[in-house]
């Protein structure tokens, strides 16, 4: 794989999430301009989240069967088009429609980039691969809130948008220039059960609940996040609330600096459970009200999530030897799962009990989680 071609496929990760988390620092500006609840207006983020759940899978499958840069192409040409059709929905509903749209394109960029990668990687340096991957996606999310929340703020929401859908169809011409991976043997017949036969297989079964519960929390807490600012303080703009997501650029170098904390940790699982551990101190800061303790808290926070993800996903694809593709889009669909849960349905904690009690049932998740941990297998 040339530098050039890589460069592409990491920019066309940084762009899906760019459109994956743009509309996050503005669920106030939507809960005003459409006239909805607090639940509605996080309801936007949840429905492009929600397709991530399920469709990975059948990406898994199609890229047991197709190249994944044939795949990675058409998906980014779609995602542009309905992202440039979301600023003109006329509606709640319709914003909604344009989010899922987007949501079933979404993953088949993330998965097919994850097998790409996977692909031409060997055992030495998969890691590395799959950590920059992570750390490209991590900037698009950073990218996509901060913009968001700066346009939203000077120049009207609907230009985040818009600009975001021309961004990706550029980059859909770059990626027509890709060939396929030459070595590349797509599976005749596709079973069913391998899906299965993936998710029973012991080496797996404690990593996949890894993904689920730290994006379910992490998500939980970052959407909400808006009305908690806006609760503290009515007249914060949505670029101070962009702001408070500055943590996602630790989460680039936490990322990228993944194999030398494996290698402090002497292994992957007293890693992940180093960053579970990091995970709930910084929950715990959240309980203030005071912005200059909130906002490190939301750094750091963002440091672990990435801490723990850049591992398990790097771990994930050393562990698969065989079926890539569908291991690959398990992984994507359980952290993706737990995002479109997380995202959404604790705002009824937050709505009914309050912000303290939803950093509880958050905190709870995270200590299930460590005895998780504690069951991977060391893989040399």
Not at 256 to 281: C, D, H, M, P, Q
Not at 358 to 371: A, D, E, G, K, V
Request: hydrophobic residues 55%; positive net charge.
């Amino acid at each position: 794989m040339k530098k050039k071609e890589l460069i592409t496929i990491l920019i066309a990760t940084s762009l899906t999430t760019s459109a994956l988390y743009a509309p996050q620092p503005i669920s106030p500006v939507f809960m005003k301009y459409f006239n909805i609840s607090k639940t509605q207006s996080a309801f936007i983020m949840s429905a492009g989240i929600i397709p991530l759940s399920v469709a990975p899978i059948l990406y898994g499958y199609l890229l047991e069967k197709i190249p994944p840069i044939k795949l990675l192409t058409v998906a980014i040409f779609f995602l542009s088009i309905f992202v440039f059709l979301f600023p003109f929905s006329k509606s709640h509903n319709q914003l909604v429609l344009f989010r899922l749209l987007q949501g079933v394109f979404i993953p088949a960029s993330l998965v097919s980039t994850m097998t790409y990668l996977s692909l031409t990687a060997n055992s030495t340096n998969i890691q590395k691969l799959l950590s920059t991957y992570i750390a490209f996606s991590v900037f698009g999310g950073f990218m996509g809130r901060i913009f968001s929340g700066f346009i939203s703020t000077y120049f009207g929401w609907k230009y985040v948008f818009i600009l975001l859908s021309l961004s990706l169809f550029i980059c859909f011409f770059f990626l027509t220039k890709i060939p396929s991976l030459p070595f590349f043997r797509g599976t005749q017949s596709i079973q069913i059960k391998l899906l299965f036969k993936i998710i029973k297989t012991r080496k797996y079964i404690n990593i996949y609940p890894i993904p689920f519960i730290i994006f379910f929390v992490f998500l939980s807490i970052l959407n909400y996040l808006p009305f908690r600012l806006l609760e503290i303080k009515e007249d914060v703009s949505e670029f101070i609330i962009g702001i408070m997501y500055f943590g996602y650029l630790l989460g680039i170098i936490v990322s990228l600096t993944s194999t030398r904390i494996i290698e402090f940790f002497k292994n992957e699982k007293k890693a992940i459970i180093s960053g579970l551990s990091f995970f709930i101190i910084f929950i715990l800061m959240l309980f203030t009200k005071n912005f200059s303790i909130i906002f490190p808290a939301i750094f750091f926070l963002c440091g672990s999530l990435f801490w723990v993800h850049s591992i398990s996903s790097g771990y994930v694809n050393k562990l698969a030897k065989e079926n890539k593709g569908m291991v690959n889009a398990l992984y994507v669909s359980f952290y993706y799962a737990g995002g479109a849960l997380g995202s959404y349905f604790p705002g009824y904690l937050y709505v009914y009990f309050g912000w303290n009690i939803f950093l509880i049932f958050n905190i709870f998740l995270i200590l299930i989680l460590i005895p998780v941990a504690m069951g991977i297998k060391h893989q040399p």
